[in-house]
């Protein structure tokens, strides 16, 4: 079955640390890009990473950058994301997806979501 | 920075067409990608390339692009269809991912 899992999450004190996974399965999870996308309680989608199907690209969104870290194993057909330094604002449902890109053009979308692992930072 | 504008809700009735727009300067050059989320669940991607629908979603379901704005139809809306609708695109060199602030579509 074709799948994404995550894990990892949970109530955490602010200026704390947390390390999200993403266990894939299902498909050759070393030929896709991956992401993680936030959705904070009542709120909109947010990108949060992305890092290239062999981990040699990454980035992040300004939000988190210098803060986070987006890392994989294509042994273990798992992603990760390390939060160091969490504050309220980063309350959230984080979602891991899979990457489709576009030929020809840097475009691409998400097809796989995972069903999400919740974060509280609160004191 | 990028931004994509939505409108924040939308109400029709079932049967009747509901029109969900989508605003953004780099529209123009990169596609737009639309995702259906309701309650409790992940977003599922309805619309990709700006108009191209994946297998397994109705064909109400559809999407179009004019300049720097982009459309997803649904015709003869169905109860079911109530959810939050996202657009998303990337910026021009493919490194940054944003998305619309999501559009809640009602059926009344």
């Known amino acids: 079955q074709v799948q994404l899992v995550e894990s990892g999450g949970g109530v955490v004190q602010p200026e704390r640390s947390l390390r999200l996974s993403c266990a894939a399965s299902g498909f050759t999870f070393r030929s896709y890009d991956m992401h993680w996308v936030r959705q904070a309680p009542g709120k909109g989608l947010d990108w949060v990473a992305l890092i290239g199907y062999d981990g040699s690209n990454k980035n992040y969104a300004d939000s988190v950058k210098g803060r986070f870290t987006i890392s994989r194993d294509n042994s273990k057909n798992t992603l990760y994301l390390q939060m160091n330094s969490l504050r309220a604002e980063d309350t959230a449902i984080y979602y891991c997806a899979r990457v489709i890109g576009v030929a020809g053009r840097p475009s691409y979308y998400f097809d796989l979501w995972g069903r999400g692992t919740l974060v509280t930072v609160s004191s | 920075s990028y931004e994509l504008t939505q409108p924040p809700s939308v109400s029709v009735s079932p049967g009747q067409t509901a029109r969900i727009t989508c605003s953004g300067d780099a529209l123009s050059k990169q596609y737009a990608y639309w995702y259906q989320q309701k309650p409790g669940q992940a977003p599922v991607l309805v619309i990709y390339k700006d108009s191209e629908r994946p297998s397994g979603i109705p064909e109400r379901f559809s999407g179009s692009s004019s300049g720097t704005t982009v459309t997803l139809t649904i015709s003869g809306v169905q109860a079911e269809d109530e959810a939050d609708y996202y657009c998303?695109?990337?910026?021009?060199?493919?490194?940054?991912?944003?998305f619309g602030g999501g559009t809640k579509l009602s059926v009344l």
């Open positions: 998303q695109s990337t910026d021009n060199i493919g490194l940054y991912v944003v």
